[in-house]
């Protein structure tokens, strides 16, 4: 299958700080890419989502960039608070264009 | 979320019985999705559907068969379990390719 790498595998922070978490992607014709958030024992849930044809997105704290040409994506959370800590996930869809290729997630931790 | 019940929600089996889990969605949507989530791996694709009677193997299909006799519901069965499938297993869901895809609570299940 395509692989998504994700960046770093665990990431600690101050409250008040900013996160910054990276993927990259090896299809090219992968053209939609969606992050999850994922807090422990629960289901991942979509926070934010970018298609191929836009550059960034925000949604209050939370900010999607993508460079296509570089085959890169990241995730960027503002003001972090302590309920932001979760594992968050990348993906990318895959060859088939049905599924979604996901990286192997992010452990964030917001400290008071 | 976009109304997907998983049953069970947990199940402990012993190695060489056959497993079934089923995933029922309200939202009439077309795409459905079996994946497995194990520390370290992140989400893995099984299984996809893209109609009734419409499947294709995933990532990490072995071991694995699937059908969708309607719309509604995917089943995913272990023909005979072994402890390597000892995992949580994340049904998903979306109305097209490239569309936010939407998670199910999830089925922990352990195989001894």
């Known amino acids: 299958g395509e692989n998504v790498e994700q960046h770093p595998s665990t990431l600690s922070v101050q409250e008040g700080d900013s996160a910054v978490i990276k993927c990259t992607y090896s299809?090219?014709?992968?053209?939609?890419f969606p992050w999850y958030k994922q807090e422990l024992g629960k289901r991942p849930q979509l926070i934010i989502d970018?298609?191929?044809?836009?550059g960034e997105k925000k949604d209050q704290r939370i900010a999607v960039t993508l460079n296509k040409t570089a085959k890169h994506f990241s995730l960027h959370i503002t003001e972090t608070q302590p309920e932001d800590s979760a594992v968050y996930f990348c993906?990318?869809?895959?060859?088939?264009?049905?599924?979604?290729?996901f990286g192997k997630g992010t452990s964030l931790l917001v400290t008071p | 979320d976009a109304g997907i019940t998983q049953s069970p929600r947990h199940k402990v089996t012993e190695t060489g019985t056959p497993v079934t889990l089923r995933c029922h969605q309200t939202?009439?949507?077309?795409?459905m999705y079996w994946y497995r989530q194990d520390p370290g791996h992140g989400l893995r694709l099984i299984h996809y559907?893209?109609?009734?009677?419409?499947?294709d193997k995933g990532e990490v299909s072995d071991g694995y068969s699937v059908s969708r006799s309607k719309t509604e519901d995917f089943l995913l069965t272990l023909e005979s379990a072994t402890s390597s499938q000892t995992s949580v297993y994340f049904c998903?869901?979306?109305?097209?390719?490239?569309?936010?895809?939407?998670f199910g609570d999830g089925t922990r299940l352990s195989i001894l």
């Open positions: 998903a869901t979306n109305r097209d390719t490239g569309q936010p895809q939407h």
């Open positions: 939202e009439n949507h077309r795409y």
């Open positions: 559907s893209y109609g009734v009677k419409d499947t």
């Open positions: 970018i298609r191929s044809n836009v």
């Open positions: 299809d090219s014709a992968s053209n939609y």
């Open positions: 993906a990318a869809t895959s060859n088939s264009g049905y599924a979604l290729n």
